[in-house]
T-cell receptor
Framework: GAVVSQHPSRVICKSGTSVKIECRSL??????MFWYRQFPKQSLMLMAT?????????EQGVEKDKFLINHASLTLSTLTVTSAHPEDSSFYIC???????????FGPGTRLTVL | GQNIDQPTEMTATEGAIVQINCTYQ??????LFWYQQHAGEAPTFLSY????GLEEKGRFSSFLSRSKGYSYLLLKELQMKDSASYLC???????????FGGGTRVLVKP
């Protein structure tokens, strides 16, 4: 069964608004979660590594003030896209690393469309 | 930096075998993953290779050669539902971040 859930699965918003995406660990207590973005017909690009109780580590070129990540508990990480613009429209996917394994398990993804 | 290359598209016939190659160049290597991704869905885990050799799992097998920076995913007895993108991803020694190749879109024809 699924080990990671995401909410919402789909969101449409107006330009300039902020959107929060939740990623929940269902089986593990994940101290580390990862956030990816995928544009149509492209591969996954890692945006940031979310660490429970500390600041996220962002990849080069990802604006930390625009993509706010909070990982306040062992089972929940949130990604907030602030002041969203049409170019932020994408498929956002989170993942977690399993216990005692390097395997990453992905959530079902959130499709964001900014009008 | 890292460079991960895999073919963009492959077409095969139902019941046949297809081999998807992945080559990588990276500073620091922990292991290599293969994921399957159907259109509009998140990736699902297929295999993970750390040591050299072949790992077989049902109709899917994955091979790794660390010295050559090379892996392949072998899909046997292809079924229509195997039409999907197959993503090769490298895990570095530190932090276990995954870096993905561009993905190979496999189309299975009747």
């Amino acid at each position: 069964g699924a080990v990671v859930s995401q909410h919402p699965s789909r969101v449409i918003c107006k330009s300039g608004t902020s959107v929060k995406i939740e990623c929940r660990s269902l089986d593990f207590q994940a101290t580390t979660m990862f956030w990816y973005r995928q544009f149509p017909k492209q591969s996954l690009m890692l945006m940031a590594t979310s660490n429970e109780g500390s600041k996220a580590t962002y990849e080069q070129g990802v604006e930390k003030d625009k993509f706010l990540i909070n990982h306040a508990s062992l089972t929940l990480s949130t990604l907030t896209v602030t002041s969203a613009h049409p170019e932020d429209s994408s498929f956002y996917i989170c993942s977690e690393r399993g216990l005692r394994t390097d395997t990453q398990y992905f959530g079902p993804g959130t499709r964001l469309t900014v009008l | 930096g890292q460079n991960i290359d895999q073919p963009t598209e492959m077409t095969a016939t139902e019941g046949a075998i297809v081999q998807i190659n992945c080559t990588y160049q990276t500073s620091g290597f922990n292991g290599l993953f293969w994921y399957q991704q159907h259109a509009g869905e998140a990736p699902t885990f297929l295999s993970y290779n750390v040591l050299d050799g072949l790992e077989e799992k049902g109709r899917f097998s994955s091979f790794l050669s660390r010295s050559k920076g090379y892996s392949y995913l072998l899909l046997k007895e292809l079924q229509m539902k195997d039409s999907a993108s197959y993503l090769c991803a490298v895990s570095k020694a530190a932090g276990n971040k995954l870096t993905f190749g561009g993905g190979t879109r496999v189309l299975v024809k009747p």
